[in-house]
């Protein structure tokens, strides 16, 4: 039997919440997120042997302390962009973390009455962490299976599983130790008791490395490829950015172009929002700005660019007035919709666009926005377009060439891996992030958001090539290895020549199937879980 007194348990919950932040990129330790959760398991166990000392509620209180201390070790740098925000964003976040797992607690102790060593908790957060990526207040930061990007040759098998696996992994080990640890102490403290589950969860740790290390060896260079040029124009966003006109901006990136382009570049690639003042997308060719850009491929008429830029559109007559539509408002009749875009400008070829499909809660649109009008004047400001936004609603490549296509991913699209995978599933060439992380200065931040971006090179075995406004711009290869970056706060171009993959792995065909397996067997658990109530109820 556990023995704790109340102060020991705050500090267990405590302790879990210090050793996820501490295993998490960029500065962190992996591997530690394999014992991180005991504490908070150990926790669960010692309320489930001791039913009457604690409420209901119980568990979800300790386990919310440990979520936000995670979030605010690893997700502090939220709050530069509005205090008010930053501290919701911890509080819900915390919170829906803490019901999951407060949840799987009750299920388990009804149906199970403790005795399967709390494994259903894997098929809970899984179904969460999918859950999370897919509704209006998504934030899919924190999931679990994020802690190895800076480990990529541990999850060489995300071709298979995506993220989710890796949250599988981590949750499995950490409930395996903690049975090793009950055995422990159940049998005296004696060791050769809790052999069994110390070796069971060290063949799980090995098994995957060495999987992962037989996949790594088994990719095949390809022979063609294309050279890009990623722009990092190092505007500041707050003030810098609105003080420029958008023809400065532009001269701004083009005068680097200039200074790195060579006879081999066929591809330029500048940030998100690198012409920040919007401009309507029917007249879209009348502006100074893009007159610039116009003028520079006519000098270079083999170059492409790819440029982020914010744009709206007119409705046309009889189409969908959707909500993230706005009137005018001495026409209130008519509408338009305002876009995070990316442009692609060819010589003697009309601009194409697309247009941010996974919108930041808060910023580029307000969730449940019925309910949360009250607040909309604390959302969050992290990078881009700000307001209710459009959105495209399918895939959408560019054509350098008519043997290339490049993915568009805009900033924080780039953390959804089967969002990514569905760009995949039209054949890309490779992967390009345009983003903005400024509106965090030199915080974890921006190095979190580039560190995630390896994730989709090995989930989609495509190179990633990234241009952000102050960094950090960089090639990653299609292991998730980093070719070259640039530092924080500089100006500067980046010259690569990018292979040119066309396999379409499993998880890009199949996506986030862990998750949708998890919340059928969620459903169920739950369903049976109040069938058992209404029984003894009755009784």
């Not at 010692?46 to 039913?51: A, G, T």
């Not at 390809?222 to 023809?247: C, D, F, H, K």
């Given at each position: 039997m556990l023995q704790f007194k109340k102060y020991q348990i705050w500090l267990l919950a405590i302790l879990s919440g210090l050793l996820l932040g501490m295993s998490w990129p960029v500065n962190g330790f992996a591997p530690l997120a394999?014992?991180?959760?005991?504490?908070?398991?150990?926790?669960?166990?010692?309320?489930?042997?001791?039913?009457?000392?604690f409420s209901r509620g119980a568990m979800v209180l300790y386990s919310y302390v440990t979520f936000l201390v995670f979030n605010l070790f690893t997700t502090w740098w939220v709050a530069y962009s509005t205090l008010v925000g930053g501290v919701l964003a911890f509080l819900l976040n915390s919170f829906f973390m803490a019901l999951v797992f407060g949840l799987a607690h009750i299920v388990d102790s009804r149906i199970m009455k403790g005795k399967t060593g709390f494994f259903i908790l894997i098929f809970f957060f899984i179904s969460f962490e999918y859950l999370h990526m897919n509704w209006e207040l998504t934030w899919s930061w924190l999931n679990l299976g994020n802690v190895f990007s800076e480990y990529p040759n541990f999850v060489q098998w995300y071709e298979y599983t995506g993220v989710l696996g890796g949250s599988i992994w981590v949750i499995t080990i950490n409930l395996i130790i903690q049975q090793a640890i009950l055995r422990w102490i159940k049998y005296d403290r004696k060791i050769q008791y809790s052999i069994v589950p110390l070796f069971t969860a060290l063949f799980l740790i090995v098994v995957p490395l060495m999987f992962s290390s037989y996949l790594s060896d088994r990719i095949q260079k390809?022979?063609?490829?294309?050279?890009?040029?990623?722009?990092?124009?190092?505007?500041?966003?707050?003030?810098?950015?609105?003080?420029?006109?958008?023809?400065q901006l532009v001269d701004n990136i083009l005068n680097i172009s200039k200074k790195y382009i060579d006879t081999n570049t066929e591809l330029i690639i500048c940030p998100e929002s690198s012409i920040n003042r919007t401009m309507w997308e029917e007249s879209i060719e009348q502006y100074p700005a893009i007159k610039k850009l116009r003028n520079f491929i006519k000098k270079h008429k083999n170059v492409s660019i790819l440029i982020g830029a914010s744009t709206r559109r007119m409705l046309r007559q009889g189409e969908e007035v959707k909500a993230y539509a706005r009137s005018f408002s001495d026409e209130p009749d008519k509408y338009y919709y305002n876009y995070n875009s990316a442009l692609f400008l060819q010589n003697n070829k009309p601009i194409e666009f697309y247009h941010k499909a996974k919108l930041v809660p808060g910023v580029e649109r307000m969730p449940f926005a019925a309910l949360l009008k009250p607040v909309e004047k604390y959302a969050i400001d992290l990078g881009g377009t700000t307001g209710s936004l459009g959105i495209s609603t399918k895939p959408k490549l560019f054509s350098p060439r008519p043997d290339v296509n490049v993915a568009p991913i805009i900033c924080y699209e780039s953390i959804y891996g089967e969002f990514v995978g569905n760009f995949v599933k039209e054949q890309p060439s490779f992967i390009s992030v345009i983003t903005n992380d400024a509106w965090w200065y030199n915080s974890p931040g921006h190095k979190q958001h580039f560190s995630y971006a390896r994730l989709r090179a090995i989930e989609t075995r495509r190179y990633v090539v990234r241009a952000a406004n102050t960094g950090i711009s960089g090639v990653i290869n299609e292991k998730g290895e980093v070719l070259e970056t640039s530092k924080f706060y500089d100006k500067t171009a980046i010259k690569a020549n990018i292979p040119i993959y066309t396999a379409w792995t499993y998880y890009a065909k199949n996506g986030d199937y862990l998750g949708r397996i998890s919340i059928f067997i969620v459903v169920l658990l739950i369903l049976m879980s109040l069938s058992s109530f209404l029984r003894r109820k009755e009784l």
């Open positions: 394999f014992i991180a959760l005991i504490p908070m398991l150990l926790i669960r166990t010692y309320i489930l042997q001791n039913p009457t000392l390809q022979q063609s490829s294309i050279n890009v040029l990623l722009i990092q124009p190092n505007i500041e966003p707050y003030e810098e950015a609105y003080e420029l006109t958008s023809g």
